[in-house]
């Protein structure tokens, strides 16, 4: 069991620093004006977003498999909790992969500072799921 929460861990790590570097470049991306700047961030994001698309889906394997190896986990609120918010997280992350494909396409519809406070989400999420996860409160 140890060894799926440790591996649990390091691919939500994984999954979070995309989630947190990701809507930066976007923030970068909105303000460049030139090809090769705007090729490059396509690039950079394609590539990000296939990392953290892979530790979001690991993530998601070693948490169900934790599950599987203590079904009775699935008694308590406090999970039920967490994975409210994870399916948050799944949301955000999703709907990062279309505002990743609005810019790539030059549709963009979204400010810089609307993706400066896009990009605080997954610190709120991540407080709430770290907090359920450690202390169990229900």
């Known amino acids: 069991m140890l060894w799926l929460k440790a591996f649990h861990v390091v691919f ?5 620093a ?19 700047s705007l090729e490059r961030f396509v690039v950079m994001e394609r590539r990000l977003f296939a990392m953290m698309t892979l530790g979001a889906t690991l ?8 599950i599987v190896a203590r079904p009775g986990y699935l008694s308590f609120g406090w999970l039920h909790a967490k994975l409210t918010l994870v399916a948050a997280l799944i949301v955000y992350h999703i709907w990062c992969y279309f ?6 396409e030059g549709r963009n519809r979204h400010s810089q500072r609307w993706f400066r406070m896009f990009n605080e989400a997954p ?15 229900f």
């Open 12 to 16: 939500v790590v994984t999954w979070f």
């Open 18 to 36: 995309g989630l947190f570097y990701l809507p930066r470049l976007f923030v970068y991306h909105t303000v460049a004006t030139d090809a090769v």
């Open 59 to 66: 993530a998601a394997v070693f948490g169900i498999s934790m």
């Open 99 to 104: 505002l990743m494909a609005a810019l790539r």
């Open 123 to 137: 610190a709120l999420l991540l407080i709430g799921i770290v907090i359920l996860a450690v202390v169990k409160p």
